[in-house]
């Protein structure tokens, strides 16, 4: 580009270019496209700053999303999901939020990569334990943490404790999520905690919900409306 021209790849200003249309492209889900601006970004950000922690983390950070979302890579990602965390928990002033989001993220790689339910809900309870410790924080992003807790207990098939979390959070936030991919995600969620609690007609209800919400927000084709058809059909077997 003209930046590049002008001032050479590893400028600073190429680096300030890079990622906000990093950031971009994994906004959209274009992962692939995301992937290798985030790496060039984070090249050029330590060639000319060396291992300053909170933009490192960042950017160490969205490579693990990148990858975890790629499906590739997983001892990779791993590694960029465990520095990051490391990094932004030593950075001054304090961030703990910041650390509790990214552990949200590194929950999921474990649950649905590695199916390491056990490391999963330790990160989880974590993620919670500092969200609850933190001053002035909204009940919904405690609740949005238990509902992630929740999530690993089912894995864990510890489902009356998932049960109680689980209930308690989609009592709250029925009506409240951001997108309506994400209600049906939690109706998919419910549904599979009712059919460990043999509550089937529930569990049956919440997931013809889920796949008209996702089918409406995804596409018929999408993989989480798959996963979603995968529910329905543990809940008929």
């Known amino acids: 580009g003209v930046l590049e021209n002008r001032y050479g790849e590893d400028h600073v200003l190429v680096f300030g270019v890079l990622v906000p249309l990093a950031e971009t492209y994994a906004n959209l889900r274009q ?4 992937l290798p601006l985030f790496r060039r970004s984070l ?5 000319n ?5 909170q933009t490192v983390a960042f950017l160490e950070h969205n490579i693990a999303l990148c990858l975890k979302n ?10 960029y999901f465990r520095q990051s965390i490391l990094l932004m928990e030593q950075v001054k002033p304090p961030e703990p939020l910041v650390v509790a989001d ?7 790689f474990l649950a649905d990569r590695r199916h390491d339910y056990h490391r999963a809900y330790e990160a989880a309870q974590k993620a919670l334990t500092i969200t609850q410790a933190l001053p002035n924080v909204s009940q919904d992003m405690i609740r949005k943490r238990k509902h992630n807790v929740g999530r690993v207990l089912v894995l864990l098939n510890r489902i009356p404790e998932a049960l109680t979390y689980a209930e308690e959070v989609y ?6 999520e951001e ?4 209600a049906a995600g939690k109706l998919n969620d419910m549904a599979v905690i009712y059919q460990g609690a043999g509550q089937l007609d529930k569990a049956l209800a919440s997931a013809k919900e889920a796949l008209a919400k996702m089918e409406g927000a995804t596409g018929a084709d999408s993989g989480p409306t798959a996963k979603v058809l995968s529910t329905l059909a543990a809940i008929y077997d």
């Open 31 to 34: 992962y692939s496209e995301a």
């Open 43 to 47: 090249a050029i950000y330590q060639k």
């Open 49 to 53: 700053n060396g291992e300053a922690q």
């Open 70 to 79: 790629l499906e590739i890579e997983d001892d990779e990602a791993e590694g």
């Open 102 to 108: 990214m552990l949200d993220g590194y929950v999921i």
């Open 171 to 176: 009592r709250h936030e029925t009506g409240n």
């Open 179 to 182: 997108t309506a991919e994400d």
